[in-house]
């Protein structure tokens, strides 16, 4: 929470000294891959492979060709499998756990220069809103792992994706004349993701936070 607070508060006071220039806003698209993972939640865990696409706008501040204000709106693949490397044959190894978000990140973003191709740095809040949760092979020793199985006696324990979750994230590209870009970025979750596996025997009380790392291609329209 400390992080998301500092960030936040970075970015707002970064925008206060800006001038928006609205009026020179520039729309694109971008597609991409996700490799995610939750900290702390099932046994066993192992990254999840899933997809991401979206809307952009870019948004100048100040006069220069340099710094922008770029919110996006995205379909975010997120959670995690149970493929864990040195867990091949446990129960549960097969198991997905899918969590797909309608994802609004809001970046700060920063050109090296005023060049027309040139490297940048993004960083700034994501919030993800939960559209759906799909869980497979859920192992046979911990069923509650599936979010549609009920504990009996213990209704509290699931496993549950939060409907609402955030995050911070930071990461670099390179723009091929202000309008195809790459962008390697890592979101760092700040919330817990599955709240009702704090309940599990013998389980960790630390937040269940996802983790992100992705790959994007975006085209800028002039």
């Known amino acids: 929470m400390k992080k998301f607070l500092l960030a936040s508060a970075l970015a707002f006071s970064t925008l206060s000294f800006a001038q928006i220039d609205l009026k020179s806003t520039r729309f694109g698209v971008s597609v991409g891959g996700n490799y995610s993972g939750v900290k702390n939640a099932h046994n066993p865990s192992g ?16 006069k220069s060709n ?6 996006e709106v995205q379909y975010f693949g997120a959670g995690e499998t149970g493929k864990n490397k040195d ?38 809040p994501r919030f993800n809103f939960l559209l759906n949760q799909k869980v497979k092979n859920a192992p046979i020793s911990r069923p509650y792992y599936d979010p549609d199985y009920e504990v009996p006696g213990n209704p509290q324990l699931n496993g549950k994706a939060s409907s609402f979750n955030f995050g911070v994230g930071l990461g670099v590209g390179y723009s091929y004349k202000r309008q195809l870009e790459l962008t390697a970025r890592y979101d760092f979750g700040l919330s817990d993701t599955y709240p009702g596996l704090k309940h599990e025997p013998k389980g960790s009380d630390k937040s269940k936070s996802e983790q992100v790392l992705s790959l994007s291609l975006s085209y800028i329209f002039k």
């Open 87 to 124: 867990a091949k044959g446990v129960d549960g190894y097969d198991a997905v756990y899918a969590n797909n978000y309608l994802s609004v990140p809001i970046n700060f973003k920063a050109y090296f220069s005023e060049a027309e191709s040139e490297f940048f740095g993004v960083i700034g």
């Open 47 to 62: 990254k999840r492979f899933a997809v991401q696409a979206g809307v952009l706008a870019l948004i100048p501040l100040g």
């Open 66 to 71: 340099q710094f922008f204000l770029q919110p």
